[in-house]
């Protein structure tokens, strides 16, 4: 995801530019609040209507909702056609084909066998961090995937155990490389998860592009303008237009998302471009895969997304405690320093979304239009919505 980043508030939110709210389509426009637990039994519902098994199913619903509990709702149930229209297309397999190719002690090679990426991925994740109580490091590249939701959920899976996770991903290719026209590299998530002894743990979950397709796909359905640093056109020029950037890369007709930092040298973009190319390098190209434009390389066929995964446990170099509790008093020597002017809160990545999630334990914030698209897509499967 994109967004998450350490960042102040200003005094003044709604005056800012900085604002949450000018930011998040979401906020501006009408929504509704569902039951966590309805949502998910309606979202697990229509994924075994379409063959997909119970428990890979509540995992695929579980990763989606916990994307809109953390405020996330480019990466939730708004999603939930792009798979529902996979599986139903055959593009997807319902069950998932999980099988490893080869281990060791400390790895693991797996193919998804076409399958969702998330049973596939929360599978990976869990043996690693198993390895990695075991044996302190553990790594595992997957391919033969699919899109799997947020990339934190999987790096925050290690948090329950005391370790250091990590999540990575390719994708879809739409982000342009510096210097360059046409997309060849996916948005690319990399998320890091820490656990601390302060409120909440640190989780870094961010893409390597300026803004996910999600964020698109986002501002898009809401008819909304997007900032002429997110992408550009066929021609390789800045855009607003967030429907004309996803039918060009989706078409390859040139233009796409910017890498993180935007176009050029300048402002750091080709720092973005080499991170792209980072998590290209250790999922795609590290499990034997499809990476850059090979990614969802021909119409209707499988998508072949690869992914990383580790973990780390932290007593193979210092005790838990002492590193919790030297993360903590980093974090709040960080929110202890003096503002800029017209700032009064300093966030590390991850509070946010913590806060988000807390306060939608129970009951979440859908967008109407969300909301009326997966009431369509259950009636379409003869599930009936009932959250």
């Known amino acids: 995801m994109d967004g998450d980043r350490f960042e102040t508030r200003p005094t003044n939110p709604m005056n800012s530019t900085n604002s949450t709210n000018s930011t998040n389509p979401t906020n501006s426009m009408n929504s509704t609040k569902v039951s966590v637990q309805g949502l998910a039994r309606f979202v697990t519902a229509c994924f075994t209507s379409l063959g997909v098994s119970e428990e890979d199913a509540r995992i695929t619903a579980d990763v989606l909702i916990e994307a809109d509990r ?3 709702a480019s990466h939730g149930v708004a999603r939930l056609k792009r798979y529902t229209d996979g599986i139903a297309t ?24 076409n399958g969702l990426g998330q049973p596939v991925s929360h599978r990976a994740m869990r043996s690693v961090i198993d390895k990695a109580k075991e044996k302190d490091v553990a790594l595992a590249a997957v391919r033969d995937s699919n899109h799997y939701g947020i990339a934190g959920y999987y790096a925050m899976m290690a948090l329950t155990d005391g370790l250091i996770g990590l999540s990575a991903s390719n994708a879809f290719p739409l982000v342009v490389p510096t210097f360059s026209k046409d997309a060849l590299l996916g948005t690319n998530p990399i998320a890091v998860a ?76 080709h720092k973005g471009f080499g991170l792209a190319m980072l998590v290209e390098i250790l999922t795609g190209i590290l499990s034997g895969g499809a990476f850059g434009p090979h990614v969802y390389g021909r119409p209707n066929a499988p998508a072949n997304v690869c992914h990383f995964f580790a973990a780390i446990r932290i007593e193979a170099f210092i005790p838990l405690d002492e590193f919790t509790a030297a993360l903590a008093a980093f974090v709040e020597l960080l929110h202890g320093s003096e503002k800029a002017k017209g700032y009064d809160r300093s966030y590390v990545h991850g509070e946010k979304e913590f806060q988000r999630a807390k306060e939608q334990q129970e009951h979440v914030q859908i967008a109407d239009k969300v909301v009326s698209e997966i009431e369509r897509i259950g009636k379409g499967l003869g599930v009936t919505a009932d959250f």
């Open 194 to 269: 820490a656990p601390t002894s302060g409120a909440m743990p640190f989780v870094l979950d961010m893409a390597t592009s300026t803004v996910t397709r999600g964020k698109l796909e986002e501002y898009n359905r809401h008819g909304m303008p997007i900032p002429p640093v997110w992408g550009t056109d066929a021609h390789g020029s800045p855009t607003t237009d967030a429907a004309a950037v996803l039918k060009d890369v989706v078409a390859r007709r040139g233009g796409g998302l910017l890498p993180l930092g935007g176009a050029g040298e300048e402002t750091g973009g």
């Open 90 to 113: 055959g593009v997807i397999l319902p069950e998932t084909r999980y099988k490893v190719l080869r281990e060791t002690a400390n790895t693991l090679l797996v193919t998804g066998g």
């Open 70 to 72: 953390r405020g996330i």
